[in-house]
């Protein structure tokens, strides 16, 4: 296998996901900010859409979107388990991790790609800057529908690690690197995310 990986909350969402399970795959660097994604041979032969991070499975077929990613990882090396060992355990993470999805990370990424990111992603995609400030507000309204509902787990789905913890890390750490801060009053998410900022994953160097 070989992992495409590059700068930005997906990839990490990978990098992640595969240190907690304790993967290596080779990797190559792809050049976000340069735009080497955007262009071939990456868009031709890797993912014609563009984006990372892709995974180049054995037998050269090419998988792309995190969750997808994820999910094969999980299952290719099923210990530890991060989205789940029952039926019942992986509908529960796969739903916590669309709504995290839904109703924090799309509109906090485009809310930056539509604002801060605009240089870089203006010449890529049909950008609305009107939308910007509106977007971020629907993040963190995201942010403070989550807060009571995690009051009493360690972690989003309850008392182990999953998918949905990891997605929502890396896209909330990403929004505080780019003026879209953790507001203090969200003192589950708060206390949840400064442990996550423990874990090895999340300090890969």
Known sequence: MRFYNSVGPNPRVVTMFMAEKGIEIPEVMIDLRGGENRRAPYNVD??????????????????????????????????????????????????WTRRIDIKICEPLTNGFRFSEGLPLFEPRMRCLPE???????????????????????????????????????????????????????????TRWYDRM???PSANPN
Request: hydrophobic content about 45%; charged content about 25%.
């Open 46 to 95: 890797v993912n014609p859409a563009g984006q990372t991070p892709a995974l180049e499975l054995d037998d050269g077929s090419v998988l792309t979107e995190i969750t997808a990613i994820c999910e094969y990882l999980d299952e290719r090396f099923p210990a530890p388990a991060l989205i789940g060992t029952t039926p019942e355990e992986r509908a529960r993470t796969r739903m």
């Open 197 to 199: 900022k423990t874990r």
């Open 131 to 189: 939308a910007a400030a509106g977007l971020k507000a629907v993040a963190q309204d995201g942010v403070r529908w989550l807060d009571p509902l995690i009051a009493s787990r360690e972690f989003v789905t309850g008392d182990a690690l999953t998918l949905a913890d990891i997605l929502l890390f890396a896209f909330l750490d990403f929004g505080v690197s780019v003026g879209q801060p953790l507001d203090p009053e969200n003192a589950n998410i």
